[in-house]
């Protein structure tokens, strides 16, 4: 069993920096590839990033590709996203999930193999 518990999402201008941060309970985290997605209104969740079991390899959406940035830290069961340049189309509910589902990257990328979602958090881009 995994918890999870997103924090960081604000109302930002075109052009800025935000950090969202995805906070694990439980002691088997480093067991769990991880991954950031969105879902805008009337939109369905979509992928963003996502982490490797050990944060090793990464992968991206190619919306995001060269702008935002996922990490993880093991050892404080923590899964961070820095999001760069951002732009108004970035606005959306920002929900970290875990998965134990084989496949990496490409299961990744699908909401359907994460069993555990945090409650999102709102990121906001004013242009």
């Known amino acids: 069993q995994v918890q999870l518990v997103e924090s960081g999402g604000e109302l930002v201008q075109a052009g800025d920096s935000l950090g969202l941060s995805c906070a694990a309970s439980?002691?088997?985290?480093?067991?769990?590839?991880m991954g950031w997605f969105r879902q805008a209104p009337g939109k369905e969740r979509e992928f963003v990033a996502s982490i490797s079991k050990s944060g090793s390899t990464t992968y991206y959406a190619d919306s995001v590709k060269g702008r935002f940035t996922i990490s993880r830290d093991n050892a404080k069961n923590m899964v961070y996203l820095q999001m760069n340049s951002l732009k108004p189309e970035d606005t959306a509910v920002y929900y970290c999930?875990?998965?134990?589902?084989?496949?990496?990257?490409?299961?990744?990328?699908?909401?359907?193999?994460?069993?555990?979602w945090g409650q999102g958090t709102q990121v906001t881009v004013s242009s």
């Open positions: 439980g002691r088997t985290f480093s067991s769990y590839v």
């Open positions: 999930g875990a998965s134990r589902v084989g496949g990496w990257p490409i299961a990744s990328m699908t909401t359907k193999n994460y069993a555990y």
